[in-house]
């Protein structure tokens, strides 16, 4: 068992290096909770109350709320457009047991021990203090209840075939999304975050998502090559001055071009952590 800690005042905000322009979207509607929070899925009850973090257009968080039909999902997001969004995502799947606000996962509006599993799906990678927003997760679940963690992890990010190009954008994607005051390395470091926020009881794992049919590719450096050159990420690059608009137009031309190989293949791999409060 884990000791909680009074809430605390936020801690430092990050910029989320993404924003939620349509290639950003693109990927995340794509999410759901087989793909994404498998790891979780076999934990739920039909009884639970569960608090989705980072919810973003909802998808992931319809599917909890499917899982738990005499239960409840409030889905929470820090921008308040996208809130709106898993609003109306969730309407049209007809599902009555959600609820939606805007929230900062370093100090949650909700009483303590609210819920019985509080979620997080790419959510600490992009936050200013993830240890805090772990010491808030805790505080508003349940005792015997979970917390449960997913992040990716850009430095172990595999592809083939090599392209150097591809091996630019890594870096360059680290420099700015650490500029913006993130940690894209979040997948190793979840374990370890939630020693320091204070839990015991932690089952870590990992699983991938890849990438390798043609239609895959094309998805997959699709959306990459559009948000190289389109997305709140390519104006924080510019204006960081981390990168120049032409060098992101020839990565986002690489994109395509490895995209359109045969025998390409990309594993996005993912830390995961199971906390019993």
Sequence with gaps: ????????????????THGHHESVLRSHTWRTAA???????????????????????????ADLAALVPDGHVTAV??????????RAYAAGRGLGNMSFAVADVHALDFPDDTFCVVHAHQVLQHVGDPVQALREMRRVTRPG???????????AFTW????????????????????NGGEPDAGRRLKSWALEAGYIDIRASASTWCFATEEERAWWSGLWADRTVASSYAELAVDGG?????ELTAISESWREWGRRDDAWFMVPHGEILCRV
């Design 1 to 16: 068992m884990s000791q909680k800690t009074p809430p605390a005042t936020p801690g430092e905000t990050a910029v989320y």
């Design 35 to 61: 793909n994404s929070a498998a790891y979780l899925v076999g934990e739920l009850k039909p009884h639970m109350r569960v608090l989705d973090i980072g919810c973003g257009p909802g998808t992931i968080s």
């Design 77 to 86: 997001d820090h921008a308040p457009g996208i809130v709106e969004q898993a």
């Design 145 to 155: 209840g979970i917390v449960a963690v997913r992040d990716s992890d850009y430095g």
């Design 160 to 179: 083939f075939p090599e392209a150097p190009a591809l091996d630019g954008w890594l870096e360059l994607y680290h420099r700015v999304a650490r500029a």
């Design 242 to 246: 981390h990168a120049t608009a032409d």
